[in-house]
Each structure stands twice: as structure tokens, then as C-alpha cells.
């Protein structure tokens, strides 16, 4: 399910189809954080994190060490201190440009400096709190909306609050009110068999629904100049556009 990381730090979770050797500069950078998970100290650990650690929504993100060491078990699970402790720098880590250094294909993140700045495992706890937390989420839509799978991501232009939920199998929806209502109020508009499309390798992508001529576009920048907007809402009739408004992202 594309949504399961991309809701954690779109930066991070793209899935290489190559792999690279890690640069001979970077193999003290991995040997160091082996040898910190792998002699257990928490604390320790909590001054190596680059704040926030960003979760999977709706779980809340990691904002600073206190969090750390008490969520840790939460994020560093036996599964997760394993593949770490066990993996070779020379052979599992990689160094991917400007992205950072990654273990396993993503399973984490590490900058140059040997910050951790993203882990993409789950661990039981956190797959078992999300599930917790999306059915608080459901509970709080109009029944009209209630099921899907994961929550997208939820963003406001000038006139607009909208909604994007991933239904499985590849199918999003979007739902959109006027922008003083509530999610709980029934949808102006609900548009499925949405489709996700990545724009370019830095994490911009963008979400497109169709109804008869119009074409609904949400063009979410992760990677962008300065001052871009975070997401973009543009709506194309028979081809041409009719409407563009920068948004602000609610969630995630």
C-alpha cells in the first residue's frame, strides 16, 4: 500500500529499483548507530534523533527526546534492533544523495551526520495504535465517508476543505466541503477511483479524480522553492483550467 509510508515522510519512502555501495566516508557514520542501538542505551540514542520523528498517521508524531525514550519500544521493536545489530555497513546500508544514508531499502534513515531522521518499520504496537486511532478518526466523519482504508491527508484552499482517503487497491477518494464546515456535515462533493502519481524523484505527487469533463488535481510539494505552497487544488473543464488555489495541509 503506497499510503502506509508516504504518510510517515514522503522524503523518505521511495522504492529503489537499484541498489549503491556505501560511500567509504559513510561507514563510520552506520558503524556508529549499530553500535549505539546495539549497546541499548535509550538515552544515548535520544540525542542521535533529528526532532520530529514523523509516524505513520494518524499516529502522532515524536516531537522530543522525553517522547523518545518513552515511546521507544514503540518505534524500536526486537524486530527492527535485530536487522540493525545485524546488518553490515559495506553491504546493507546505502547512501542515496541527497536523501540521507538508508538501512535495508528504507527500513531507516540516517543523514550524513548520523542523525536518524525517518523509520519506516512498523512494529505491532504502532500497526495495532493506528488501527485505534483511525477508527476514533471515522467515528468523527459523516457516515457517508466512514470506510476507507488509511487517511491521505486532509488540506484547505480559500474556499475549500477537502479530503483524501486511500479505499485499497489503489482507488482514493475525495470528499470536499465549504471551508467553514465540518467533516462531520455530508460532503458537497465525493469523487473516487482516484489515482496517485509521483512528480519526479524528490516526493511530489499528486491525486487525480475525474467526473464527466472536469478533472479534480491535487498536487501535493514535498520538495519545492522556497515559499511553495505545500499543495495546489486545480480543477480543468473539457481540458482547460478553470480553477487554481493554493492549499495549507491540516494532515498529515
Request: net charge positive.
Amino acid at each position: 500500500m503506497k499510503k502506509l509510508l508516504l504518510a510517515i515522510l514522503l522524503l523518505f519512502n521511495i522504492n529503489f529499483v537499484y541498489s549503491q555501495t556505501l560511500d567509504k566516508k559513510y561507514l563510520p557514520v552506520a558503524s556508529n548507530f549499530i553500535a549505539l542501538v546495539k549497546s541499548g542505551s535509550v538515552e544515548k540514542l535520544s540525542n542521535k534523533i533529528k526532532y520530529p520523528l514523523n509516524r505513520v498517521y494518524p499516529i502522532p508524531p515524536i516531537k522530543n527526546k522525553q517522547e523518545f525514550v518513552k515511546r521507544y519500544k514503540e518505534v524500536f521493536d526486537d524486530d527492527l534492533v535485530k536487522k540493525i545489530i545485524k546488518s553490515k555497513p559495506s553491504v546493507d546500508w546505502d547512501d542515496v544523495g541527497w536523501r540521507g544514508i538508508m538501512l535495508l531499502n528504507g527500513e531507516l534513515w540516517l543523514d550524513t551526520d548520523g542523525k536518524l531522521i525517518a523509520v519506516n518499520h512498523q512494529s505491532k504496537l504502532e500497526a495495532k495504535e493506528q488501527g485505534r486511532l483511525i477508527n476514533v478518526e471515522k467515528s468523527k466523519l459523516h457516515p457517508s465517508i466512514g470506510n476507507f482504508i488509511q487517511p491521505v491527508l486532509v488540506f484547505e484552499t480559500a474556499q475549500y476543505k477537502i479530503r483524501i482517503d486511500d479505499l485499497g487497491n489503489n482507488n482514493y477518494r475525495y470528499a470536499s466541503w465549504p471551508l467553514k464546515s465540518k467533516m462531520s456535515d455530508k460532503p458537497k462533493l465525493v469523487l473516487t477511483n482516484g489515482k496517485w502519481t509521483p512528480d519526479g524523484s524528490g516526493g511530489n505527487h499528486n491525486y487525480q479524480f475525474k467526473s464527466g469533463d472536469y478533472l479534480y488535481t491535487c498536487f501535493i510539494t514535498v520538495m519545492g522553492e522556497a515559499g511553495a505552497p505545500p499543495a495546489l487544488l486545480e480543477i480543468s473543464k473539457a481540458g482547460k483550467q478553470i480553477l487554481s488555489q493554493p492549499a495549507k495541509k491540516l494532515i498529515p
